[in-house]
């Protein structure tokens, strides 16, 4: 091997390290702040490249330790884009797959350059555009479908996925570098081509299904926020109908109230007269209108999970705290007060009369959110390993309300902690603005 092809594979491997960790810092959402993220994937870029040094130049003869080096790179690549993620799970290891597929593509091309015109300078451009060109159209056009693939669990295992990257890279592989190259067989080159374009159009199709997947999920959670928002108002409407025929009685009886007044404190009787104030309170107090805040759309939504509270004679006590204007999507946040307080109307609307209370705290200001939930709860409560979030008793199907809760808490950079003690449940999911 001439030294100009040792120099063309040397730079074209380094090229695949950087552009790899450049995909999964730009398409994962990471665990950790921006600088240690690239710290990780920058001593992640060193080991590779120190590894490519061994394979390449030290040991450029030995089948064996190509591919068993190889494997540990893979490791590694893969490692890092575990590590580096906000959640760890099957979603990450396909879009770490499919970088290595990306970054593979700009070899190939960067090893045909070399074939067809035996002039380095043009493979390595040629490699650099065709690595900036695939990130470029990925990052504007899908880098969105990507964040949203990582952030929204649809309830079920992505890793049957995770077969279409390995099944193309294992065919790249064997098509391009091992054990024959395309340098030893260019008559490949436009098999290799044509899989380049196989693979491209694939992941097209792919995409767009994950993307109409999670489109069709948040339809479905906006459809069932918007059921509540209508039926709460219909309650709503309902509440002021009642208390204005309510209304009308008392003032066209309030004549009679006066003068039955007027006749008692001709004779004395006070202590009647009392009586009668503290009915027509009464009344009064009977027909106002709950208002548990100044936000429409939440106040909705709570007056909603009241009633259906005061159907399981369930005292559901709540302190409030939202403000007209409110610095989250206030449909996202009505939405995760639903789901949270109807978790804990199911948890409890068994239990014993005694036992059925929940508490509730909800803050929403221009400094943080704040949910604090409380309940009794009698059994034992499930929590998913990977997440700390209770998992549902209801079997499968069940349980999109708590993910689409964490979801929230992930796209607001908030913490969700949940704990079970003593038949006590207790939710809080803060977040500081």
Not at 187 to 211: D, E, G, W
Not at 219 to 226: D, E, I, L, Q, S
Not at 324 to 339: D, H, L, Q, R, T
Request: aromatic fraction near 12%.
């Amino acid at each position: 091997m001439n030294m100009e092809m040792v120099y063309l594979k040397d730079i074209s491997y380094t090229l695949s390290h950087i552009f790899f960790m450049a995909y999964i810092y730009l398409f994962l959402t990471h665990r950790f702040s921006g600088k240690a993220t690239l710290a990780i994937c920058l001593a992640a870029c060193f080991v590779m490249n120190l590894l490519d040094l061994f394979k390449l130049n030290l040991f450029p003869d030995s089948g064996l330790f190509y591919f068993c080096t190889t494997i540990v790179q893979i490791a590694i690549a893969q490692f890092t884009g575990l590590c580096i993620a906000r959640k760890r799970d099957s979603r990450v290891l396909f879009i770490g797959l499919s970088a290595s597929n990306y970054v593979i593509v700009g070899s190939i091309t960067a090893s045909i350059l070399y074939i067809c015109t035996e002039n380095i300078c043009l493979a390595l451009i040629g490699n650099i555009l065709m690595h900036l060109v695939i990130l470029w159209v990925l990052y504007i056009k899908i880098g969105n479908i990507f964040h949203l693939f990582c952030e929204r669990d649809l309830g079920k295992s992505r890793l049957e996925l995770c077969l279409i990257p390995v099944f193309f890279y294992c065919c790249f592989s064997c098509l391009a570098f091992f054990p024959y190259t395309l340098y030893d067989h260019p008559q490949n080159i436009l098999v290799a081509i044509f899989l380049m374009i196989t693979m491209l159009v694939s992941y097209v199709v792919v995409l767009r299904y994950l993307h109409s997947e999670t489109k069709q999920v948040e339809t479905y959670w906006k459809n069932v926020m918007f059921e509540s928002y209508i039926k709460g108002l219909e309650t709503q409407n309902y509440l002021v109908e009642r208390a204005e025929q309510n209304l009308r009685i008392l003032r066209h009886d309030i004549r009679h109230y006066s003068a039955m007044i007027d006749s008692l404190a001709g004779q004395g009787n006070y202590e009647e007269i009392r009586k009668i104030a503290g009915h027509i309170s009464d009344v009064v107090d009977e027909n106002k209108v709950e208002k548990y805040c100044e936000n429409l759309i939440v106040g909705t939504i709570l007056l909603k999970m009241a009633e259906q509270a005061k159907l399981f004679q369930i005292r559901l006590h709540m302190d409030v705290l939202i403000p007209k204007e409110i610095p989250v999507n206030e449909y996202e946040f009505a939405m995760v007060v639903a789901n949270l307080l109807e978790n804990a109307l199911y948890a409890v609307k068994n239990l014993e009369s005694e036992k059925r209370d929940i508490f509730a705290k909800i803050h929403c200001t221009a400094e943080y959110l704040l949910i604090d939930l409380e309940n009794k709860c009698e059994g034992n409560v499930t929590f998913d390993s990977l997440t700390g979030l209770p998992k549902s008793g209801k079997g499968a199907g069940h349980g999109l309300g708590m993910q689409s809760v964490q979801a929230f808490s992930d796209k607001l950079g908030g913490n969700i902690e949940c704990y079970c003690e003593e038949e006590q449940f207790r939710m809080i999911l803060f977040v500081r603005f």
